[in-house]
């Protein structure tokens, strides 16, 4: 089994910053694809950082500037550093990880895509 945990989030005031983590864990072989998404109280849950699969670091245009995404693929592990929050960044914060192949006993398995919990991320004064 995989597994996608979020760690990081927290209350924060405005301008302030926070650095988001999203761990993998299991018998993981590859990851092809990992993106942060976040849903606000009331609202869809929307993209706010992407690798594709050819490794390119994509962002909304909200965040741009403002957010960085990272990744260590020798841990697992992908970061969202989120400098100058804004009380509009407030929500959940899931990380999706994308096409993951990983060892089930001897067994090779592929997921199409794995969801964390999520994280909380609440900007206010």
């Known amino acids: 089994q995989v597994q996608l945990v979020e760690s990081g989030g927290g209350l924060v005031q405005p301008g302030g910053s926070l650095r988001l983590s999203c761990a993998a864990s299991g018998s993981i072989v590859s990851i092809s694809a990992m993106s942060w998404y976040r849903q606000a109280q009331g609202k869809e849950r929307e993209l706010v950082a992407e690798f594709s699969a050819g490794g390119t670091a994509n962002y909304a245009d909200s965040v741009t500037g403002r957010f960085t995404i990272s990744r260590d693929n020798a841990k697992n592990t992908m970061y969202l550093q989120m400098n100058v929050l804004k009380p509009g960044d407030t929500g959940v914060y899931y990380c999706?990880?994308?096409?993951?192949?990983?060892?089930?006993?001897?067994?090779?398995?592929?997921?199409?895509?794995?969801w964390g919990q999520g994280t909380q991320v609440t900007v206010s004064s």
């Open positions: 999706r990880a994308g096409r993951l192949t990983y060892w089930s006993g001897l067994t090779l398995r592929n997921v199409d895509v794995c």
